[in-house]
């Protein structure tokens, strides 16, 4: 029970450091999603920072990785960013956009791992 409430703390606290990143106004004044992209890049990191320095299987590995970094990061809002660009037309902007999430999101994640396994 303690591991549940454990993991809903951790995925509230990382959907409100979402809310508030998304939110920034310097987001406001770029063409493409941003605040989304600046998320889960930075959750990307995290992820493979954590994943070598956190015991898998314990509580605090469900609370950091399923819990903040799963509230943090969202896919959901990503596609919801490629529809967006998609209704507008903006068939350029989808590409370029849908292709730096994969492709940042993959390096930053390695580098998290390079960075948390030489700790």
């Given at each position: 029970?303690?591991?549940?409430?454990?993991?809903?703390?951790?995925?509230?606290l990382?959907?409100?450091?979402r809310?508030?990143?998304?939110?920034?106004?310097?987001?406001?004044?770029f063409?493409?999603?941003?605040?989304?992209?600046?998320?889960n890049?930075?959750g990307?990191?995290?992820?493979?920072l954590?994943?070598?320095?956190?015991?898998?299987?314990?509580?605090?590995?469900f609370?950091v990785i399923?819990?903040f970094?799963?509230g943090?990061?969202?896919?959901s809002?990503?596609?919801l960013?490629?529809l967006r660009?998609?209704?507008?037309?903006?068939?350029?902007?989808?590409?370029?956009?849908?292709?730096?999430?994969?492709?940042?999101?993959?390096?930053?994640?390695?580098l998290?791992?390079?960075?948390?396994?030489?700790?």
């Amino acid at each position: 029970m303690i591991g549940i409430l454990l993991l809903a703390l951790g995925a509230a606290l990382g959907a409100a450091v979402r809310a508030y990143i998304v939110s920034l106004k310097i987001f406001e004044r770029f063409s493409l999603p941003y605040g989304t992209f600046t998320v889960n890049v930075v959750g990307a990191f995290l992820m493979g920072l954590s994943m070598p320095l956190i015991i898998q299987g314990s509580l605090l590995y469900f609370m950091v990785i399923f819990g903040f970094l799963g509230g943090l990061t969202t896919y959901s809002a990503f596609t919801l960013d490629q529809l967006r660009l998609f209704e507008a037309k903006a068939f350029r902007k989808l590409i370029k956009y849908t292709f730096m999430m994969m492709f940042f999101c993959l390096v930053a994640l390695a580098l998290g791992l390079l960075v948390g396994v030489s700790v």
